[in-house]
């Protein structure tokens, strides 16, 4: 399993949720969702409050409470049905793209409820919004009809989906099956990732692995949508299919620990060290006794809240 990337060798998610969820008026106190793994990918549930190290825009910051949390999870589940998802050049129909989005999907706990998109040019709904996970099945399943076409717009797809996520809750994620090689997004990269972190939103990349070489612009266009997971807390996949995709019971493994990192978090609440023209940039470390085979990622900022002076 070790060759599932360095990328979910880090499959910690730690990320920070908009005010109005943890504080009503005061804004002195923040939540942090998080999960700890280690090498083996396996989540982590022994850790304490002062094994971490908290810094809000450079200061030190208390941990007032930790516990775990359990609750359902909603996730949108976004599959690029762009040209870039054929077989290849040469071939019509769908490449490994499908594959991944069944992973995906499958990765998804079994508790979530799931809205299913598809997008290219433009954003397409599967679902009439949020359904169990046992309805969207057969919608994933469906999508062999339909022939990769046109161009892609990954950015302004993923923020077209932020709609769905209504009022904020814990554990609200996008599942993203994609190439990442954007060509026709008009949304800067830096107010999609504001948008992202003012709603709690995490984005789990699914990497549809590319035939051949990417041009400079299209590297660059990757790099941005790859970037998304790191600042929003959730994490880049990269499924090696020619180590796990005829090993059933690897790929079952693979899909288990991905569902149980988005389900079991634990809740970490700050008391932050000023209101008073906070930017929110904030760092998260393990203290030194605890640094082992454990990491952590988590969102580069902290949503905003109304209710700051």
């Not at 599967?126 to 076409?149: H, I, M, Y």
């Not at 984005?203 to 660059?220: A, H, I, K, M, N």
Request: net charge neutral; glycine share 6%.
């Amino acid at each position: 399993m070790k060759a599932l990337s360095r990328e979910i060798a880090g499959l910690v998610t730690v990320w920070l949720l908009a005010c109005p969820l943890v504080c009503s008026g005061n804004c002195s106190k923040q939540a942090i969702f998080f999960n700890v793994v280690g090498n083996d990918f396996i989540v982590r549930r022994n850790v304490r409050a002062d094994d971490f190290n908290v810094k809000v825009d450079g200061r030190p910051t208390q941990v007032v409470s930790l516990s775990l949390d359990y609750s359902p999870r909603r996730i949108v589940l976004m599959v690029d049905t762009s040209d870039s998802m054929h077989a290849s050049e040469r071939r019509s129909g769908w490449g490994i793209a499908l594959r991944t989005a069944t992973f995906a999907f499958d990765s998804v706990p079994s508790s979530s409820s799931i809205a299913l998109l598809t997008f290219g040019d433009g954003v397409h709904s599967q679902t009439d919004g949020f359904r169990d996970r046992s309805e969207v099945a057969n919608k994933v399943l469906s999508l062999t009809k339909q022939e990769p076409e046109g161009p892609t717009a990954v950015l302004d797809s993923i923020n077209q989906a932020l709609s769905l996520f209504q009022r904020p809750q814990i554990g609200d994620s996008i599942f993203l099956v994609t190439d990442g090689v954007d060509n026709r997004s008009k949304i800067s990269l830096n107010i999609l990732r504001e948008e992202l972190i003012s709603r709690g939103v995490r984005v789990f990349l699914f990497l549809v692995p590319v035939e051949g070489y990417l041009t400079l612009d299209e590297e660059r266009a990757r790099s941005l949508v790859e970037s998304l997971t790191g600042y929003t807390g959730g994490y880049l996949i990269r499924i090696p299919w020619n180590e796990i995709g005829t090993d059933r019971q690897k790929t079952a493994t693979a899909v288990t620990q991905i569902a149980s990192q988005v389900q079991s978090l634990y809740r970490m609440e700050l008391e932050l060290p000023s209101v008073a023209n906070l930017k929110g940039s904030v760092k998260m470390t393990l203290r030194p006794q605890k640094q082992g085979d454990e990491f952590l990622t988590y969102p580069r900022k902290l949503a905003p809240c109304a209710a700051m002076p």
